[in-house]
C-alpha cells in the first residue's frame, strides 16, 4: 500500500493524514502525493485495489469493481477510429466487468469508504442526482458502512442495491422537494451536526484518486496515455481527476510525457461549465445558468447538473484544461440517445448511462468537426452501462425513502 502526503495547491504546505476536505488557511484543493514514483500493479488485490500504490489508503475490501479498458472492433469501425480505446465501468459480464451499480462512482465509493474507517469513521452524508447515492447505498449494504443519501424527490428512483442490506439501517434515503442543488444544501445542514461526516465531492482527495484509475487502467493497457482523453461531467470532478493520474503517470516516465487533452461534455440546456470556459475563469450564475431550474427539467442524463462546480478554484477544472489543452462540447439529447445507440450496436446491446452516451457524442463530434483526428490515440471514459444486464443478472433492492423534505428544512435523523 502506497505511502503519502496531502499537500495544499494554493498554498504549497502540507497537511495532517485525516479525513481532510480542505486547507484551513487557503481556498481550492487539496491534492495527493504519493511515495511511489513509478506505478505497480498488483492485481493480487481486489478490483481496483490493484492500483492502490495511488489510492490514499492502507486497506481493501472485497470487490470487483475496477474500469476495463478494452478496444471495441465494431464501434472503432463504426466511427472510423482505428485507436479508440473504451475504458469501461459498469455491469458487463462478456468484458470481464462487474461492477454491481452500473456506475463509475463505485470507484469513488469504495477507497472513501475505506479512507473513512482508516480517519475515525462517522456517518458518511452524501448528496447526489443518482449514480453516486447507489454506488454508496451499496457500500452501506455490503458493508454495513452507515449513510445518509440526500437526492432530488425526482431521483429516488435511482437508489438501489444489489445486496440485501446485512444492516438495513445503515442506508437512509432523504429525498428533497426540488433539485440537485437542494439536495446539497440540505446534505450540508446535516454535516453540521456532530458524528456526521461530508462525503466532499471534489475536496475528497479518495473520490478523486479512485476516479483517477480510469486514467491509470487505460494507460497500463494500452501502454501509454491516450492523446486524447473524453468524459461527459457534471461536477468536472472527473475531468480532475484524470488530469491528477496524467501527471503521475507522465513522472513515472513509461507511459509518456504528454498528458491527454480533455474532452469534457455537459448536457444541453444545461452547460454553465461550457459557457464558462469559452469566455473566462469565472463561473457567473447569470450568464452561465440563466435559468437553471428550466434548464435542468429538459436534460436526458441529469447526474450532470451540478450548479457549483468546482470550475474556478486552484487546482479546480479550469485549471485542468489550461494545464491539458481540449475543449468542452455542449450536446443534445437527440445526439446522445444516437450515440447511445451507436455504441449499445456495437457491443452486444449493452445500454448506456446516459451521460455516457453524452461523452461518445461529444467524441463523435470532435472527430466530424477535426478537433480530434482519426487516427490519434482515443480513451472514451464510459462513466456507466449495463443496467439491464444488472437487473437481469443480480436482481435490485429499492432503497426505502426515510423521509422527504423542503430544500430549507433541517432533517430530524
Known amino acids: 500500500m502506497g505511502d503519502y502526503v496531502l499537500r495544499c495547491i494554493a498554498g504549497g504546505e502540507t497537511l495532517p493524514e485525516q479525513y481532510t476536505l480542505s486547507c484551513s488557511e487557503h481556498a481550492g484543493l487539496i491534492r495527493t502525493e504519493y511515495a511511489a514514483r513509478q506505478l505497480t500493479v498488483r492485481p493480487e488485490l481486489p478490483g481496483i485495489f ?7 489508503v492502507h486497506g481493501t475490501l472485497p470487490t470487483r469493481s475496477r474500469p476495463v479498458t478494452f478496444q471495441s472492433r465494431e464501434l472503432c469501425r463504426e466511427l472510423g477510429l482505428p485507436n479508440l480505446w473504451v475504458t469501461f465501468t459498469g455491469y458487463y459480464p462478456e468484458r470481464e466487468c462487474f461492477v454491481p451499480t452500473g456506475s463509475f462512482k463505485e470507484l469513488e465509493a469504495l477507497p472513501t469508504t475505506v479512507r473513512l474507517a482508516e480517519n475515525g469513521g462517522g456517518t458518511l452524508v452524501v448528496a447526489s442526482a443518482g449514480n453516486t447515492g447507489r454506488a454508496f ?8 458502512t452507515p449513510v445518509i443519501i440526500v437526492v432530488p424527490e425526482s431521483s429516488a428512483n435511482s437508489l438501489w442495491t444489489v445486496t440485501d442490506p446485512k444492516v438495513p439501517e445503515a442506508v437512509k434515503l432523504i429525498t428533497v422537494r426540488g433539485d440537485y442543488a437542494d439536495a446539497i444544501a440540505v446534505a450540508n445542514r446535516i454535516t453540521e451536526r456532530p458524528g456526521y461526516v461530508p462525503e466532499g465531492g471534489a475536496k475528497n482527495v479518495a473520490r478523486r484518486d479512485g476516479m483517477g484509475t480510469v486514467m491509470l487502467d487505460a494507460a497500463v493497457t494500452i501502454g501509454r496515455m491516450p492523446d ?41 440546456p444545461f452547460v454553465p461549465m461550457v459557457n464558462a470556459w469559452k469566455e473566462r475563469r469565472a463561473l457567473l450564475l447569470e450568464r452561465d445558468m440563466p435559468d437553471a431550474a428550466g434548464a ?30 481540449g475543449d468542452m462540447y455542449a450536446v443534445s439529447n437527440a445526439d446522445a440517445a444516437e450515440a447511445g445507440r451507436i455504441f449499445s450496436d456495437a457491443e452486444n446491446g449493452i445500454d448506456l448511462d446516459p451521460a455516457a452516451a453524452v461523452a461518445t457524442a461529444a467524441l463523435i463530434s470532435a472527430v466530424a468537426s477535426g478537433a480530434v483526428d482519426s487516427q490519434d490515440t482515443i480513451t472514451l471514459n464510459i462513466t456507466g452501462g449495463g443496467y ?25 435523523i
Open 228 to 268: 486524447h482523453y473524453f468524459q461527459a461531467v457534471g461536477s468536472g470532478t472527473g475531468g480532475i481527476a484524470a488530469w491528477e493520474a496524467a501527471m503521475r503517470l507522465s513522472a513515472d516516465g513509461r507511459f509518456g510525457c504528454d498528458v491527454p487533452r480533455l474532452h469534457l461534455a455537459q448536457n444541453l
Open 296 to 325: 435542468i427539467s429538459q436534460v436526458s442524463a441529469p447526474v450532470l447538473t451540478n450548479r457549483a462546480p468546482p470550475y474556478s478554484m486552484p487546482g479546480g477544472v479550469f485549471d485542468a484544461m489550461m494545464y491539458c489543452g
Open 137 to 144: 447505498a451499496q457500500m452501506a449494504a455490503e458493508f454495513g
Open 388 to 412: 439491464a444486464r444488472v437487473r437481469e443478472d443480480l436482481g435490485i433492492f429499492p432503497v426505502p425513502v426515510t423521509m422527504t423534505v423542503d430544500a430549507d428544512e433541517v432533517p430530524e
Open 50 to 56: 490493484r492500483y492502490s500504490d495511488w489510492l490514499p
